[in-house]
Nanobody, 125 residues
Framework: VQLQASGGGLVQAGGSLRVSCLASGRTFSTYVMGWFRQAPGKEREFVAGISRSGINTYYADSVKGRFTISRDNAKNTMYLQMNSLKPEDTAVYYC???????????????????WGQGTLVTVSS
């Protein structure tokens, strides 16, 4: 599946931003989806994951309670609503898709097959 992330930008600390991931093809609902981020000089890290149906969601401890992952299978789109943003949330955010396995277990980049190009989120202090 081809993925295209969008919606990044510059926001002040404490603000909100929503990034989106549009998937191509007709089988979006068969993919476990996730958001990862990579800050300069750091490894890519798991942010949030969502099951195929969208019922089950999973978060990194660093974003729990502030970020919300969701998906609309009819629109082939996944979202990440980010609230109470902090300067340490500054990173390139990537969406990813996995054709196998369970969302609950998918927290490593190597477990995902397809990646979007990334969208930059910058949080100013």
């Amino acid at each position: 599946v081809q993925l295209q992330a969008s919606g990044g930008g510059l926001v002040q600390a404490g603000g909100s931003l929503r990034v989106s991931c549009l998937a191509s093809g007709r089988t979006f609902s068969t993919y476990v989806m996730g958001w990862f981020r990579q800050a300069p000089g750091k490894e890519r890290e798991f942010v949030a994951g969502i099951s195929r149906s969208g019922i089950n969601t999973y978060y990194a401890d660093s974003v729990k309670g502030r970020f919300t992952i969701s998906r609309d299978n009819a629109k082939n789109t996944m979202y990440l609503q980010m609230n109470s943003l902090k300067p340490e949330d500054t990173a390139v955010y990537y969406c990813a898709a996995s054709s196998s396995g369970l969302a609950s277990a998918h927290r490593l980049p190597s477990q995902y097959n397809d990646w979007g190009q990334g969208t930059l989120v910058t949080v100013s202090s």
